[in-house]
């Protein structure tokens, strides 16, 4: 395929052995590199940083078009650290007419990434990661929309992230992190703009007594309240695109941020209960998405520990599924004959809410074979240990006590006219 035919992306300036990625593969540069040619149409994500060893890494956000002989130009800042978007015209209108220099031996071809890292064994620079239909299910719900409210950047094919960007709701303790002095201050001057999720309160502001404990409980009333205040035209699949934004950002770049935002939109949605009936084919798309992400999660050593798979960490996960199949297995025995004559498409062209039910178990059979997590009910959760001496002692599973309403968790009973009182609300419930 000859320079005409062909997406491109220069990378400029980048140092000799640095290390350079597009999507899920890396590698490292050599002084003829200067980008990555015969590019797939679609999202991508280029990043950058100057040495092997685990350091912040920068990156760029751009879309390919579907007709070739787009030509995007990059390159990398040596003063602040970072892969910028070339803004001067002049420079990118030489290096464009100069792409038959450096067409054979200085712009590596995209499949050639995509079969030599495929075909190595299982490491975090290679493996199945490197499939681009991995990666198109990874980014399917991501929009220019999305990117630009996260990220502030206005420019198509310039959305930029780093290791160190992060949320105001995350609050950072940044002076351990080996940081340049520009990168510091770019903490405050460009903050992501993540979804505001405070698990601490899903109600709305008026609510009191019964309605708090319900939408404590079950966290719909919050989820909706997102979808209509901060999603663009209240599109509910904003909020798996944001899913997909911070797994991606806290698995390639190490985003601490992006990680517990990532961990907030599981717990959210995951404790909505009630949602499910309304939203089908979101938690249809969205327990897909998350066994995707799960399968590229294992391949790493350090995605696997990003993520927390494999030690009490994976608690949080275990417990969400385990609670979203116990939510759904109640739903389903007091549904009515007339509710289940309604498990067909709807008029907006919904899945059928049994395909929610489809991709649990789905989830549920994944999560077992990789990581050996009980998200059933089938387990033993009090019982006698018999040790090698033949002394027993009496052993339970700790994590449990929201599920057995034991504990903190014990329900309290109180007087609903005391808190009327103590809020200043009168008989009839409006704020006095």
């Known amino acids: 395929m000859d320079s005409l035919n062909s997406n491109i992306v220069l990378i400029l300036d980048l140092p000799e052995k640095s290390l350079c990625g597009i999507d899920l593969q890396s590698f490292t540069t050599s002084n003829r590199f200067h980008g990555i040619k015969d590019l797939v149409a679609g999202w991508h994500f280029v990043f ?70 495929t075909g190595q064994s299982h490491s975090s620079n290679s493996t199945e990661r490197g499939d681009t239909n991995v990666w198109a299910s990874l980014t399917d719900h991501i929009t220019p929309t999305l990117l630009s409210r996260i990220t502030g950047g206005q420019n198509n094919n310039n959305w930029s992230v780093t290791t160190a960007s992060s949320s105001p709701q995350d609050t950072i303790d940044t002076a351990h992190l080996p940081l340049p002095p520009h990168l510091q201050g770019q903490l405050s001057e460009q903050p992501l703009k993540l979804f505001p999720i405070d698990l601490k309160r899903t109600w709305r502001k008026e609510a009191i007594g019964r309605e708090r404990t319900a939408a404590a409980t079950d966290r719909s009333w919050a989820l ?10 209240g599109d509910e699949s904003e909020v798996l695109g944001e899913l997909q934004f911070c797994f991606l950002m806290a698995h390639i770049l190490g985003n601490y941020s992006c990680l517990q935002q990532w961990r907030r939109i599981l717990e959210l949605t995951l404790t909505s209960h009630s949602a499910t009936k309304n939203r089908p084919l979101m938690y249809t798309r969205l327990l897909r998405l998350l066994r995707s992400q799960l399968r590229l999660a294992r391949m790493s050593e350090e995605g696997a520990g990003a993520f927390e798979l494999y030690d ?32 067909s498409i709807d008029d907006n062209g919904g899945e ?4 929610v039910e489809k991709e649990l178990v789905e989830l549920q059979a994944y999560v077992r074979k990789e990581f050996n997590w009980e998200t059933g009910d089938m387990f033993v959760r009090r019982g006698v240990l018999e040790l090698e001496d033949g002394e027993t ?40």
């Open 312 to 343: 009490e960490g994976a608690s949080m996960l275990t417990q969400l599924i385990r609670g979203f199949r116990q939510r759904l297995d109640a739903d389903a025995t007091t549904d009515t004959d007339d509710d289940k004559t309604n498990n």
């Open 224 to 233: 909706g309240d997102l979808i209509t205040h901060h999603c663009c035209n």
């Open 48 to 117: 950058a940083s100057s040495t092997e060893a685990i350091s912040i890494r920068s990156g760029i956000w751009f879309k390919v078009a579907a007709q070739p002989g787009e030509v995007l130009v990059k390159r990398w800042d040596k003063k602040s650290e970072i892969l910028v978007d070339e803004a001067d015209p002049a420079q990118q209108l030489r290096w464009k007419a100069n792409l038959g220099s450096i067409w054979q031996n200085g712009v590596t071809p995209f499949s050639q990434l995509d079969a030599a890292l």
């Open 352 to 355: 059928e809410p049994r395909a």
């Open 393 to 432: 002692v009496e052993m339970d599973v700790a994590g449990l006590e929201g599920e057995d309403e034991s504990g903190e968790y014990a329900p309290v009973v109180v007087d609903e006219s005391e808190v009327r009182a103590a809020l200043g609300h009168d008989g009839s419930g409006v704020a006095g």
